[in-house]
């Protein structure tokens, strides 16, 4: 359903455990600063400070949780007693500052050796985390402060190597310089090479709690791990290793490995670290069973295991941890059923079991978790009779996941517990609901509503519509369109909806209008009809808009070309939309977020939008099947991204002409269909030369391309996915469709149209092609041998054309294809024998009456079977009259000495240049006379 959801990317739960664990360890420090005398500090200090205060500006955005304000502000020459001000703790005795936590103070700005923080060298806390500091480097000057015990640089945007003098701060007990890295992307801006790991932990030997998740490591964990208080590298995919044998009982509250490359089994003797709170190995490589000792660890709360390769059932000894608060499971091999027992884990508050292998009913035992707010059970072989009312007496549960199982539900017809209960999250997609539940009418604090993949028939309800005054004006007057309102628009009633997906179902009647707040809208494969109505124009916050494979018709509104920077995806393929393309990206100084604009198998008319060359993230196009009439879109060549253009089945009509500028065009271009229109002339060997991403069969892992969205659910819980692209491939009249496209995938479809010339030698440079198709058009010359170097290709398609000369014998290197077409061309000789080319029947060499071979039941002759010394007439380059002469005299000298020193001659000018092909058949003719 091109929908692949992706819940706890940064969850409640874990990020309030980090904070809590933060503030007690800084808490100690701070304690007692309310209850003490105040001291007075010293004025150099004061000076210190306010210099410091001076070196930046306060911007708001340059902290990122809610509670951040600028605490410098307090700070004043006219407040002598720089002990009162926010943030900076001073010793009771001395008057020395000793402590400074200025972490989300706003702080924009540099920071470098020289500043006068480092003169402070009574400090022993230090805590500028969650500002920015605009990808400087962390000063050197920090080995000056040798005094530090607390040090934390987390979130701070701090650039470039670890110092060094880091490892020279003997007395840190505390060191957190995790999350220095883009918020989105998570691209590293710290890297820890020299001093690697090994080193800093072997130097500072007081270090209890170390926090360098999301920094760039490539070195080892040193097995110190017992020796910490609380450890957490997460983030690092070149931090490798495996977690030891534990022979002694250890203090180590907190062990954050996820993300990582660490591997192997987790050690039966875990249950040595026995004041473990908090374990999370996720998305690492972890196999094996889980040990049974695990249950053992009962003061643990977070217990973190998704994405490895664990076997086997949830061991029972997992009832005994009655701490636990949150249990991630997710994406394992998990067999066996869900335990009865899970209902005596009542503290728990996330409940994550998702794509596993986990069969049979759920248990009742589960509505017994009144703490539990969310459970995820989706992809799943779950089976049985589920009544759903048993998550409805369920007073916290407000995010559930049941999709992808094979459950028969039993809705209650009694509807009061449904108004108790208030989901923001609710997952039944593919769960083979035949119509609306009635309990979801009134769920009016609903975020996210997926229904996607059942078989729910007709029109959506009235009774889950809200078609009261007060909403209809809402969403008319808060969107300007006081006008043009379709009276028959059915009106969702949730006023806080971020997602509904009810693709792949039988919905009928007009589209449902969401509220403004909907970020992602996918009702594709339905059979809705009627207009778009201009109030999806009002959705300022849409990313995705799908409404592919329906039966909509009318003009989309033009409107919708200013949600361009929000919309991400925007699919309204297979419908019957008609007049020309709304102009997306109009505004060329507005930054836009599209990537994939699919209009495919509708009317639409006119010309591409040329606004479209403003659409900078744009990475695929498809508009096949229309009515467009146009000229080769070049103007889309510099486009940075584009990896999909498909122009198929419609009126492009002229010649190509060479690129403008020397720079690539269409660099990262992978999947190229111009089929099918009225194309002319050569087609421009420079494009194919630019075509860079087609030459590489490199690839990290098996990805698709795919248009990245991401969510915050609810302010709690992360939701993210992709729109994967797709695509349909026609080859020998056959269309198969592709519903992923690997990323090193590569295709190109020339085909029907009336392109002249020879087939470029380029061509065979383009490793990563999967199907190449230049069938029916007016090529001519021989087919290029270096299409044998091609050794991925699937397909390959030269039909009807007036192609000459022989098969390559190097063709027969291609060992996966699987379709092979060169019918109806002028190819001559024997049909190369050996691998593939066994396989092909008649119907891929037909028509081209000079081949023979086993295919065609035609046995070869000497002659056809042997390559001629003369080239054929279409590939004469029409050389001069004075050469044909000249080569005339030496065949008329040889006619009449014999030939043999004519036609010695004659051989010697035609190795040199070529000869027209009424000559080349007349020396024929005299050589098999004498």
Known sequence: ????????????????????????????????????????????????????????????????????????????????????????????????????????????????????????????????????????????????????????????????????????????????????????????????????????????????????????????????????????????????????????????????????????????????????????????????????????????????????????????????????????????????????????????????????????????????????????????????????????????????????????????????????????????????????????????????????????????????????????????????????????????????????????????????????????????????????????????????????????????PHCLGNLSTSLSALSLGNNSFHGVIPQICSNSNSASSLRLIDLSHNKFQGQLPRSWSNCMMLEGIVVSNNQLVDTFPSWLGPLPELKLLVLHHNRFYGVIEKPKVDVDQFAKLHVIDFSSNNFTGVFPSQYIASWNAMKSIESNGLKYMSAEWNISLAKNYGVSGSDVYEMTVTSKGVDTYYQVIQDIFAFVDLSDNKFEGEISDLFGKLKALRSLNLSNNMLTGRIPSSLGNLTYLESLDLSRNKLSGQIPQQLTQLGFVETFNVSHNNLVGLIPQGNQFNSFDASSFEGNPGLCGDQLLKKCTTSSSSPSPFPTAEEDDGDSESLLNLVWGFVLAGYISGLVVGVALADIMINRRALSGWLRSYLTKMGKRN
């Open 1 to 556: 359903m091109g929908l692949s959801m992706c819940l706890v990317a940064v969850l409640r739960g874990l990020v309030l455990k980090l904070l809590l664990f933060k503030i007690a360890v800084f808490t100690p420090c701070f304690a007692s600063h309310a209850h003490a005398v105040q001291p007075f500090c010293h004025d150099d200090e004061s000076s210190t400070l306010l210099q410091f205060k001076e070196s930046f500006v306060i911007v708001h955005t340059a902290s990122r949780y809610e509670s951040a304000y600028p605490k410098v502000l307090q700070w004043n020459s006219e407040t002598r007693n720089c002990c009162s001000w926010d943030g900076v703790k001073c010793d009771e005795q001395t008057g020395n500052v000793i402590g400074l936590d200025l972490s989300s103070s706003c702080l924009f700005g540099s920071i470098n050796s020289n500043s006068t923080l480092f003169s402070l060298r009574h400090i022993r806390m230090l805590s500028l985390a969650d500002n920015n500091f605009n990808y400087s480097q962390i000063p050197s000057a920090i080995t000056q402060l040798s005094g530090l015990t607390h040090l934390n640089l987390s979130r701070s945007y701090f650039y470039g190597q670890v110092p060094f003098e880091i490892s020279n701060l003997h007395m840190l007990s505390y060191l957190d310089l995790s999350y220095n890295c883009d918020p989105d992307t998570r691209e590293k801006f710290l890297q820890l090479k020299n001093p690697s790991l090994k080193t800093l932990v072997l130097n500072l030997t007081r270090l209890e709690g170390l926090y360098f998740s999301c920094i760039n490591i490539s070195s080892e964990v040193p097995g110190l791990l017992s020796n910490f208080t609380s450890l957490s590298v997460v983030g690092n995919k070149n931090l490798a290793g495996h977690i030891p044998e534990f022979h002694e009982r250890s203090t180590l509250i907190g062990l954050g490995l996820a993300n990582t490359s660490f591997s192997g089994r987790l050690p039966s003797s875990i249950d040595k670290l026995e004041s473990l709170e908090k374990l999370d190995i996720s998305r690492c490589f972890f196999s094996g069973a889980i040990p049974h000792s695990l249950g053992k660890l009962a003061n643990i709360t977070f217990l973190g295991l998704y994405g490895n390769n664990f076997i086997g059932h949830i061991p029972s000894s997992f009832q005994n941890l009655t701490q636990l608060t949150i249990l991630f499971l997710r994406h394992n091999k998990i067999t066996g059923s869900i335990p009865p027992w899970l209902g005596n884990l009542t503290k728990i508050e996330v409940l994550e079991l998702s794509e596993n292998k986990l069969e049979g009913p759920v248990p009742q035992s589960v509505s017994k978790l009144m703490n539990l707010e969310l459970l995820n059970l989706l992809g799943n072989n779950l089976s049985g009779f589920l009544e759903f009312d048993m998550f409805l007496n369920m007073k916290s549960l407000t995010s559930l996941q049941l999709g992808y199982n094979n459950f028969s539900f039993v809705f209650g017809k009694t509807n009061t517990n449904a108004t108790r209960s208030k989901f923001k999250l609710l997952g039944l997609s593919f769960c083979n609901l035949i119509e609306f539940p009635n309990f979801i009418g009134y769920q009016n604090e609903l975020e996210w509503l997926d229904l996607a993949g059942n078989k729910i028939y007709g029109q959506i309800p009235k009774w889950m519509l809200n078609t009261s005054v007060d909403t209809l004006m809402e969403l008319i007057i808060g969107g300007n369109f006081l006008t043009g309102f379709n009276q028959q628009s059915t009106v969702l009633p949730w006023v806080n909806l971020l997602l509904l997906d009810a693709s792949h179902n039988m919905l009928q009647g007009p589209l449902p209008i969401p509220p403004p707040s909907i970020f992602v809208y996918d009702v594709s494969n339905n059979k809705l009809n009627g207009k778009v109505s201009h109030l999806f124009c009002n959705m300022s916050s849409l990313y995705k808009f799908k409404l592919s494979n329906n039966n909509l018709s009318g003009m989309v």
